[in-house]
Structure formats: C-alpha cells, structure tokens
C-alpha cells in the first residue's frame, strides 16, 4: 500500500493521561511492599494489576501477556534479579519500544546502575517512594510513548515505510518525545537494511548538535557497510567525550576484531568491564578473544565470571563452563577441567546439546591427560548425540569436534566435519581463520589449507551454477535449486542471499505472491544475522520492501 498523508493517523499527545486501562506487571518479592505499591496503583483507578513475587513468575507473566508497565525491583532475593528480568524480556521480545519497564530499587551502587543502563530501563523508583512520586513517573512515562504503538505495530509487519512515515509526521508535530522517535527512526532504517539512508540522517542529526546516541547510530552504519577506519574514529570519539558509554567500547572491539587487532579489542573490552562489570554477553566475549589471544589467565577470569553471573541468567550457555575447561586444558591442569565439565553436567541434565558440549571437551581433557581410551569413549557418545540433533550445532562446537577427531585419530570424520562448516561459511575470513589455526596447533597446516582450498571450490561452484540458472531467466529452476542448497547449507549467507534473490527477481517478473514474499524474508533475515554488512543485503531489502508495498 501507497503511504500517504491520509494513511497516516494524526498524533497530538492528550492533556490527561487515562492510567484506568493500563495493564501492569508488579515485581517484587516482598509481599508487604507489592501490597503497599497494589494499593497505590488501585487509587490512581488502575483495575489490572499482576503480580510476581520472583523472576522466573515475572519472566512467565510476561511470556503470556502484553502488560503496558512493568514495576520490577532490582533485587528479588534467590534467583533472577530486575537486570535479569530485563535483559530476557527484550531479548525475547516480552517488552518492546511502547512498553514501560520501571526499576525500583533501594541499591545505588555503581555496577548496578551500570548494569542495568545497559538494557536501558525507561525510569528508576528510589525505595521508598510516596505515592506522588509513583504517580508523576508513571505519568511522564506513558506521555512519552503513547505515541509509538502505531510504529511499532508497522514493525511488526515488516512495514519499515509506513513506520518511518509516522516517525516523521510525528517529529514534524514536536511531541514531547522527539529524541526517542529520531533514535527509533534511525534503528528502523538499520533494520530495513537501508545503510546508506541511516549514515545520511545520522548525520542530519549530528548537524543540530553533538549528540551520544547519533554518533553511535553513525558509528554502527559505518561499520556494517565496512568502512572500519570511519567506524574506528567515531567509537573513539564518543568514549573520549564520554568514558562510560558501554556501548560505544563494544563497538570499537568489534571493529578491531575486524581490522585484524584482537589485542586491541581484548584491551577495549577489559576497560569496558572495569567500569560495567555485570554484563555477561561481554565477558563472553572478552573470554573469546583472550582465548584466540593466548591469554589464558584473561580468559579464565572472563569464563569463572560468565559462569557466576550466568547462574539465574537467561544468557546461560554450557558454552561457558565448556570454554572455561578448555582454558584449563591449555594450562596444562586437564583435571581442573573435567571438574568444571562435571559441574556444567549437574547444571545442564536434561539437555542433549550440552551433553554434546561437555563430551567433546571431556575428550580433549582425556586426551592431553594421554587417556586415549576415555577420550575416544567421549568423542563416541559426542558422535551419537549429534546424530540426535535437528538443529545446525555452533561452528565452535563443530570445530572442538573435529579436532578431537583429528587427535584421536579419526582423521575423516574430522576432514568431513571440517568441509561442512568451511562450505556453510566459505566468506567468513574470521571462521576461516580459526579452522586454520587448528590445523597449526595440530601440526598439519598444509593439509588443513588443503582441505579447507577444496571445499571453498565445491561450493563455489555450487553457488555459481544456481547463478546461472538465474542469468538464463530459468526463474523457477533457480527457486528450486537455492531451495535444495539453502537446506544443505542454512547458514551459508551467500547461498540465503541468492535464494532470496531468485524469489525477488520472479516476483517482479510475475507479481508479488505472500508466501514467496514470506520466503525471501526468512532467507533475507538469515543473511542479516550472519553478517549485517553482507555487499548486497542493502539492494535486495529495498526491492523486497517495495514487492511487500505493492502485495
């Protein structure tokens, strides 16, 4: 459908806020407390209101139904905490840009506040707090995002035009909550994939005035179109005008990483850590690198602290206690390893695919232990749980797998294991990378860059021959062949990116049709989640969202 002015609905923020139909979510575990802040809410003539008394209850609350506020206090005793709660909500989608999330808290310490601003929370609660001042946050809140349902209602459906046009006419209209709608319209423009036009109107922006979030937006576009060097110097920009603006040392980690500086990258990261200690998905990759680094002293610290805080975290990965065991590994106390693995075994029981994990990395310990035949018994039981998962496993298992093949003596499986991931990601240099520095560690670095040269040729000719049926106009042979191709290889980008392609090129030829339409996005999502920079990911969003218009 054509945007126009008359689709777009007139948006001036009422005088009088109507709190009587506003849904809310209380989260706290004293009871005491939830009935003082019950009663409070019941006197501003709100009538739905929930509770929760944990983290896990609020976390299923909000699983199940869409609350306008969400009143969560910091601290809930044993188990998740606010941050927690937060962190899992908008991971999974539970709260979005309409949605209120209000922390209360009676902590002010510094890891806390910066903890939780990360996962930005749209307003704090001090305890104690007297009804007066509940009422004025809850107020100022809903004035300031009672106008993005229709936006995020567009979203929703893939619609980015008709959101960015709402965007528009309700900056033009200088609501009183203009920033957060600039920074929403500029993370819409990032998620259509529209790069160009995102780095164009961060610069509009920026031209009003030196503002933190623009520089970043900036930051971002520069670095997913791969101009690293630009990227670089905003990043750098911004923590020197700011030196608490987490967000901006994760960025210019990733940017280092992809400029071939991981010592770089690990520094940025540690001095992120130091001033936001309680993020777990930066110790993750803190470790990482520290591991690729051979700073295994690093790396351990990251591993125990992901560990720690992963407890009651909806970020916990038996990929923590798997890395942290490798960590010992190379240290040459294998034992110690086995001793976390046996911990991550109690932690994880009922889940084959960190039976997986934990079984390969028990083979590696056995293995630098010289007991060959217990490394060979957990490699076997590795073997027969991944024959019972659907699911592509992660290329860092994938690899811990074949190189226990490799060092058991099982070169085959390890070579077959090897092709596999190679031809899933025959563009990703870093992936590349670390498959090669597998084979150094295993002494056999000219047959791994042999086997790693044949397999990026196979589906090189692959990709190309789908091509071809594509440039012949041979539309429908194309579809069917990218299809065949895309469930071999569902994580190859350039295989998704192609099959995306053909079903756009037959839609323009034959009409738009909703489930090619439905097609083309999920192999265009899949390529946006790989590699958000990938060369032609940018034209084939903008012809796709025209195709979706015209359906």
């Given at each position: 459908?054509?945007?126009?002015?008359?689709?777009?609905?007139?948006?001036?923020?009422?005088?009088i806020i109507n709190l009587k139909k506003k849904k809310v979510l209380v989260v706290e575990d004293f009871f005491n407390f939830r009935l003082t802040i019950r009663r409070m809410l019941r006197s501003f003539n709100i009538n739905e209101i929930d509770e929760a008394a944990d983290g896990e209850d609020a976390v299923k609350k909000l699983s199940y139904k869409k609350y306008d506020i969400i009143l969560c206090d910091y601290n809930l005793g044993a188990g998740k905490d606010g941050q927690q709660v937060l962190e899992e909500a908008k991971?999974?989608?539970?709260?979005?840009?309409?949605?209120?999330?209000?922390?209360?808290?009676?902590?002010?310490?510094?890891?806390?506040?910066?903890?939780?601003?990360?996962?930005?929370?749209?307003?704090?609660?001090?305890?104690?707090?007297?009804?007066?001042?509940?009422?004025?946050?809850?107020?100022?809140?809903?004035?300031?995002?009672?106008?993005?349902?229709?936006?995020?209602?567009?979203?929703?459906?893939?619609?980015?035009?008709?959101?960015?046009?709402?965007?528009?006419?309700?900056?033009?209209?200088?609501?009183?909550?203009?920033?957060?709608?600039?920074?929403?319209?500029?993370?819409?423009?990032?998620?259509?994939?529209?790069?160009?036009?995102?780095?164009?109107?961060?610069?509009?922006?920026?031209?009003?005035?030196?503002?933190?979030?623009?520089?970043?937006?900036?930051?971002?576009?520069?670095?997913?179109?791969?101009?690293?060097?630009?990227?670089?110097?905003?990043?750098?920009?911004?923590?020197?005008?700011?030196?608490?603006?987490?967000?901006?040392?994760?960025?210019?980690?990733?940017?280092?990483?992809?400029?071939?500086?991981?010592?770089?990258?690990?520094?940025?990261?540690?001095?992120?850590?130091?001033?936001?200690?309680?993020?777990?998905?930066?110790?993750?990759?803190?470790?990482?690198?520290?591991?690729?680094?051979?700073?295994?002293?690093?790396?351990?610290?990251?591993?125990?602290?992901?560990?720690?805080?992963?407890?009651?975290?909806?970020?916990?990965?038996?990929?923590?206690?798997?890395?942290?065991?490798?960590?010992?590994?190379?240290?040459?106390?294998?034992?110690?390893?086995?001793?976390?693995?046996?911990?991550?075994?109690?932690?994880?029981?009922?889940?084959?695919?960190?039976?997986?994990?934990?079984?390969?990395?028990?083979?590696?310990?056995?293995?630098?232990?010289?007991?060959?035949?217990?490394?060979?018994?957990?490699?076997?039981?590795?073997?027969?749980?991944?024959?019972?998962?659907?699911?592509?496993?992660?290329?860092?298992?994938?690899?811990?797998?074949?190189?226990?093949?490799?060092?058991?003596?099982?070169?085959?499986?390890?070579?077959?294991?090897?092709?596999?991931?190679?031809?899933?990601?025959?563009?990703?240099?870093?992936?590349?990378?670390?498959?090669?520095?597998?084979?150094?560690?295993?002494?056999?670095?000219?047959?791994?860059?042999?086997?790693?040269?044949?397999?990026?040729?196979?589906?090189?000719?692959?990709?190309?021959?789908?091509?071809?049926?594509?440039?012949?106009?041979?539309?429908?042979?194309?579809?069917?062949?990218?299809?065949?191709?895309?469930?071999?290889?569902?994580?190859?980008?350039?295989?998704?990116?192609?099959?995306?392609?053909?079903?756009?090129?037959?839609?323009?030829?034959?009409?738009?049709?909703?489930?090619?339409?439905?097609?083309?996005?999920?192999?265009?999502?899949?390529?946006?989640?790989?590699?958000?920079?990938?060369?032609?990911?940018?034209?084939?969003?903008?012809?796709?969202?025209?195709?979706?218009?015209?359906?």
């Amino acid at each position: 459908m054509a945007i126009t002015k008359k689709n777009i609905p007139s948006f001036q923020p009422p005088s009088i806020i109507n709190l009587k139909k506003k849904k809310v979510l209380v989260v706290e575990d004293f009871f005491n407390f939830r009935l003082t802040i019950r009663r409070m809410l019941r006197s501003f003539n709100i009538n739905e209101i929930d509770e929760a008394a944990d983290g896990e209850d609020a976390v299923k609350k909000l699983s199940y139904k869409k609350y306008d506020i969400i009143l969560c206090d910091y601290n809930l005793g044993a188990g998740k905490d606010g941050q927690q709660v937060l962190e899992e909500a908008k991971y999974r989608g539970y709260i979005d840009y309409s949605n209120i999330f209000i922390m209360v808290t009676a902590l002010n310490t510094t890891d806390m506040v910066m903890g939780a601003l990360e996962y930005q929370p749209d307003d704090y609660l001090i305890k104690p707090f007297t009804k007066m001042t509940l009422e004025k946050k809850l107020r100022d809140s809903i004035r300031k995002k009672e106008n993005l349902k229709n936006i995020e209602r567009a979203i929703e459906k893939n619609d980015y035009a008709n959101a960015i046009a709402i965007c528009d006419e309700l900056i033009r209209s200088n609501t009183r909550n203009r920033t957060e709608l600039l920074k929403l319209k500029g993370e819409i423009l990032t998620k259509k994939g529209d790069y160009t036009e995102a780095a164009v109107f961060y610069e509009e922006v920026l031209s009003m005035g030196n503002l933190p979030w623009a520089m970043l937006g900036l930051g971002k576009t520069k670095f997913i179109t791969g101009d690293y060097d630009a990227a670089k110097d905003i990043f750098e920009k911004i923590i020197a005008k700011n030196d608490k603006n987490v967000a901006a040392y994760d960025w210019l980690a990733l940017t280092h990483e992809k400029m071939g500086n991981p010592k770089e990258a690990q520094k940025v990261l540690q001095d992120a850590i130091l001033i936001s200690p309680k993020a777990i998905l930066r110790q993750k990759t803190l470790g990482n690198i520290a591991y690729k680094n051979k700073d295994f002293i690093t790396a351990e610290q990251s591993f125990k602290e992901a560990v720690r805080q992963g407890k009651h975290s909806f970020f916990k990965s038996p990929s923590d206690y798997t890395s942290l065991a490798k960590v010992f590994v190379e240290r040459n106390v294998p034992e110690e390893g086995l001793k976390v693995l046996n911990d991550a075994g109690k932690e994880f029981i009922n889940s084959p695919e960190a039976g997986l994990q934990i079984s390969v990395t028990e083979s590696l310990a056995y293995k630098k232990m010289n007991r060959e035949k217990d490394a060979r018994k957990a490699l076997a039981k590795a073997t027969q749980l991944s024959a019972t998962l659907p699911d592509t496993l992660p290329s860092s298992v994938e690899l811990d797998l074949a190189k226990a093949f490799f060092l058991t003596g099982n070169e085959e499986s390890g070579k077959a294991i090897i092709r596999r991931l190679i031809q899933s990601n025959h563009e990703d240099q870093e992936l590349i990378s670390d498959v090669q520095a597998v084979f150094k560690d295993l002494n056999i670095a000219d047959k791994g860059r042999e086997i790693i040269s044949m397999a990026r040729n196979e589906i090189i000719k692959l990709n190309n021959e789908g091509v071809r049926l594509v440039r012949e106009g041979n539309l429908s042979k194309a579809i069917e062949f990218f299809e065949q191709a895309v469930a071999n290889l569902p994580t190859n980008k350039v295989i998704n990116a192609n099959a995306a392609h053909a079903l756009i090129l037959y839609m323009q030829k034959n009409g738009s049709e909703t489930l090619l339409l439905e097609k083309a996005m999920k192999y265009l999502d899949r390529v946006k989640n790989i590699d958000p920079a990938y060369k032609d990911l940018e034209n084939l969003m903008k012809i796709y969202n025209e195709l979706n218009r015209e359906a």
